[in-house]
């Protein structure tokens, strides 16, 4: 008989390495794929906070061109001009600060209050808070407060009259409201015993207005539906009393998800192991910007 000819064909270890090295390089691929994915996620998520906080800048700016120019120091004469020890030593203290917290004010958590970051309670971080130029107000809730986590904290609210109607948009991020005479910051010290080394209260109010404020950021939309500020300061205006003053302004924007910490040193989010399905949605960023002041 014939014998039968060998036949070429794979081994099995030959086999078993080239179905090894397929799925290596399987992986290997989808890793790649998925790292740049998320990179992509990460640069549009940067990308809507440098959009979003640019067009802030721009709508603050024309709001200080606009505003009045003179030494916001005056204020402290107006409010505090009784002649008493606490009139005069509260009227010493502000004109000290430049009438700082008529132009922006913050209220920071306290031990009663305390804001969890990422599972840890933290005093000093800022709440809420408003900034004042003169012709238009900015009324601000921290992204803290529409986390999970902090959602029994109180929001700032703003007490005004449009058209004859008392209304009170209760949960919004940012809005922008006319306020000559900076009405805002004034209701948020001015209460009770006028004391201006503390603030207040949580509830803005701007009485009788003649335009319906505008909300910057809210909780609904495509443009800023995950955006929020973390905080909003401004110093005392450097000012001449007569043709312009300069301000310095500086505020942080960020998403409300990824657990962002801005009590750390670099404000940043969260590691992707804490909040694996948000960290690619994850963003922060700190604006600042001078303007100047030319309003009567």
Known sequence: ?????????????????????????????????????????RGLTLNQINTVGMDLVDDMRAAIQNSPAKVVAEICDEVFKGNGSQET????NCKSDGGRKFVSIVKASTNSDKVKIKGEEKEGVPLYGAFCTGAYSYV???????????SSLE?????????????????????????????????????????????GTNQFEVG?????????????????????????????PAADGVNAAFYAVSFILGTVQGGINVMSSGNFCATPDEYDSNFDYCAINKFNFAAQANGG
């Open 1 to 41: 008989m014939q014998r039968l000819k060998n036949k070429k064909g794979f081994t099995l270890v030959e086999l078993s390495l080239s179905i090894a090295f397929i799925a290596i390089l399987s992986i290997t691929i989808a890793l790649i794929i998925n790292d740049a994915i998320s990179t992509y996620r």
């Open 89 to 92: 030593s509260q009227r010493n």
């Open 140 to 150: 601000w809730n921290s992204g803290y407060l529409f986390t999970e986590d902090n």
């Open 155 to 199: 929001r700032a609210s703003l007490s005004y009259k449009y058209d004859g109607t008392e209304e009170n948009p209760n949960d919004f991020r940012l809005i922008k409201v006319r306020d000559e005479n900076r009405k805002v910051c004034r209701s948020g010290l001015v209460e009770g015993d006028s004391k201006y080394d503390e603030f």
């Open 208 to 236: 009788e207005i003649t335009e319906e404020p505008v909300v910057l950021l809210s909780g609904s939309g495509d443009t800023a539906n995950a955006l929020a500020l973390y905080d909003l300061s401004v110093p005392a």
